[in-house]
């Protein structure tokens, strides 16, 4: 069973900085690369970065150069660190396993996501 716990949402000001963390099934997280995704209000989930088993990452573009993804294969955690956050980076953000690196479509099923709004 397909398990995503996603946390370390909150409140924070323009400029400031957040580490999301997210804990996979040990199926998921040894098999597929993992990414991270974020849906904002009425607006459709989109990618926001993705990492492999071996550390090779890649971004969308907003998050380049503020936004870094990292995993822990001993915890089958996943961790986004994002710094000078933006109003606009306000969303829920999720994590899943990428099923295809090129495109890093996620797969079917999904964690609750964590909230995440910054807001002065």
């Known amino acids: 069973q397909v398990q995503l716990v996603e946390s370390g949402g909150g409140l924070v000001q323009p400029g400031g900085s957040l580490t999301l963390s997210c804990a996979a099934s040990g199926s998921i997280f040894s098999i597929w690369p993992m990414g991270w995704y974020r849906q904002a209000p009425g607006k459709q989930r989109e990618l926001v970065a993705g990492i492999t088993s071996r550390g090779r990452t890649k971004y969308a573009d907003f998050a380049k150069g503020r936004f870094t993804i990292s995993r822990d294969g001993g915890k089958n955690a996943v961790f986004l660190h994002m710094n000078s956050l933006k109003p606009e980076d306000t969303a829920v953000y999720y994590c899943?396993?990428?099923?295809?690196?090129?495109?890093?479509?996620?797969?079917?099923?999904w964690g609750q996501g964590t909230q995440v709004t910054v807001s002065s």
């Open positions: 899943n396993a990428a099923l295809d690196w090129g495109s890093l479509k996620p797969g079917d099923s």
